[in-house]
């Protein structure tokens, strides 16, 4: 079974940067749009971004200009580059591959 793994998650100053990636353990990966999505305490789970198979990148407003996703089909892997972090960014992110999740990773921005 196809599992995912996120990882690069922490804790990190206002205005600083973080790398999450996520792993798959299968080979299905390259064939499907995959994206990141965010969960902040007590809210509803919100999109992040996503992106093609082909590499053409999709993002919510509120990261536009901050946030690159990319992918890595050879490896099985995509990553989100999270740059200029806001407190506002704080969150459980999680990867998307069709129907499965990772189990996310957290991002603390804070002071």
């Known amino acids: 079974q196809v599992q995912l793994a996120e990882s690069g998650g922490g804790l990190v100053q206002p205005g600083g940067s973080l790398r999450l990636s996520c792993a798959a353990s299968g080979s299905i990966f390259r064939f499907y749009v995959v994206g990141w999505y965010r969960q902040a305490p007590g809210k509803q789970r919100d999109l992040v971004a996503t992106?093609?198979?082909?590499?053409?990148?999709n993002y919510a407003d509120p990261v536009k200009g901050r946030f690159t996703i990319s992918r890595d089909n050879a490896k099985n892997t995509m990553y989100l580059q999270m740059n200029s972090l806001k407190p506002e960014d704080t969150a459980v992110y999680f990867c998307n591959v069709g129907t499965l999740w990772g189990k996310g990773t957290l991002v603390t921005v804070s002071s």
């Open positions: 992106i093609t198979p082909v590499g053409n990148p």
